[in-house]
């Protein structure tokens, strides 16, 4: 949305009713300020690592859940990434019961420490979804944080490009095993390629090698990158952060509608109500009701359909009126309704232009 739009209501708004205007202002420095996201979680789960391998500058590690050293975090920020490690427990239901919906994430951490192989590791994270409410992804924050933060070196790909031939089952069935197994290369490199990458790391870097030796250092990074599952959580991460964005301008609309109802002169509420009735209103509107976490089942990662012609437009109102009359809770249906309407407006000023 233009901002000069909304500073030039601040002013006009101002001037018929300065109470207003000050709580106006106020609204909209909530509205534009930058997003807060905070990672929490019990200690020691690996809060810190998940934030480096997110490198996302805005975050902010919180006091842990459930210790004894420390007062429960309050968990307020725009977008919540809770760290589990291992099991759920009921101190970490209890506090994700207290973020908002449709603020909250779960990584499922230390995925190379679940027993078993990579589907077990997709199970886990399935049921903490399924007993948190909350999606839940599995992530190896180490692995993420170390090919980001360096590549697989030539000499570490020679080790590996020997280790891979050599086709040894039991090498990788223990840290120990591995340092000491009768393969090619020395127990001294093989102690430094562990240190860097983890068991789990060259699992994964001498399987791909196995299947491919021609892979160069660069690839075997990117593969690396990819059995962290550090992609998955930097999209769901991305995608919180907007519909948080979203949410933010719903509550933006709902303040306006407050400050308009309470203006004492007609000349603030008529500003008011006028940008109420503006475009860039209903866009912010339209994108709040899609960000609603009572159609998220439906929505999941998509962002909000923007229809290129009348037609389409018609057709995603269609399908929202539609979905809006089945069996899907009044939360949903209310969410519903609010798409169809944009969707409604679209399909008219669309019709309109062109
Ligand atoms: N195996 C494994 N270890 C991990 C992983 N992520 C973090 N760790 C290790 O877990 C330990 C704790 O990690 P931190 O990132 O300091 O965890 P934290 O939750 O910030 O810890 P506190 O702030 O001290 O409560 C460190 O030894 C990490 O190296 C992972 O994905 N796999
Ligand atoms: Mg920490």
Same mark, same amino acid.
């Given at each position: +949305? ?10 006009? #708004?101002?001037r ?5 205007? +000050? ?16 990672? =929490? ?13 997110l ?25 919540? #990434? ?39 590791v ?8 399924k ?8 992530? #190896?924050? =180490? ?13 570490? &790909? ?12 039991? &090498? ?12 090619p ?23 791909? &090698? ?6 160069s ?9 990819a059995?962290?599952?550090i992609?998955?959580?930097? =999209? ?12 933010r ?50 929505v ?13 437009? &018609? ?12 069996d ?27």
């Amino acid at each position: +949305m233009d901002d000069q739009e909304l500073d030039r209501l601040i002013e006009r #708004v101002h001037r018929c009713d300065p109470e207003i205007g +000050m709580a106006l202002i106020a609204a909209v420095a909530e509205f534009r300020r930058p997003m807060r996201v905070q990672i =929490t979680g019990r200690e020691g789960t690996g809060r810190t690592t998940v934030a480096t391998a997110l490198g996302l500058p805005e975050i902010v590690e919180t006091d842990p859940v459930d210790s004894p050293d420390f007062a429960e975090p309050e968990l307020d920020g725009d977008v919540v #990434v809770y760290v589990l490690a291992a099991g759920v427990t009921d101190a970490d239901r209890e506090a994700l019961r207290s973020v908002p919906a449709g603020h909250a994430m779960a990584v499922l951490n230390k995925a190379d420490a679940v027993r078993g192989d990579c589907p077990s590791v997709l199970t886990a994270a399935n049921e903490a979804t399924k007993v948190l409410g909350v999606r839940t992804l599995p992530l #190896v924050a =180490t692995l993420a944080v170390q090919a980001t933060a360096s590549g697989v070196t030539t000499t570490e &790909l020679g080790v590996l490009r020997a280790l891979a031939s050599a086709d040894r089952p039991t &090498l990788t069935l223990s840290p120990d095993l591995f340092v000491a197994a009768d393969a090619p290369s020395d127990a001294g490199s093989r102690r430094a390629l562990l240190e860097r990458w983890e068991l789990f790391g060259v699992t994964a870097a001498l399987a791909a &090698l196995q299947r491919n030796p021609q892979l160069s250092g660069r690839a075997v990074t990117q593969i690396l990158n990819a059995a962290s599952g550090i992609d998955a959580v930097r =999209t769901a991460m991305s995608t919180r952060l907007r519909r948080a964005a979203s949410l933010r301008g719903g509550r933006f609309l709902d303040t306006v509608e407050r400050l308009a109802a309470r203006a004492l002169g007609s000349g603030a509420r008529d500003e008011l109500e006028g940008f109420l009735r503006s475009a860039a209103a209903a866009q912010i509107g339209l994108e709040a009701a899609w960000a609603s976490p009572s159609i998220e089942g439906v929505v999941a990662d998509h962002a909000l359909a923007v229809p290129a012609d009348a037609a389409q437009a &018609l057709q995603l109102a269609r399908w929202w009126r539609n979905y809006a009359g089945g069996d899907v809770g009044a939360p949903g249906r209310r969410a519903a309704l609010a798409i169809h309407h944009g969707y409604v407006r679209a399909w008219s000023s669309l019709g309109q232009h062109g």
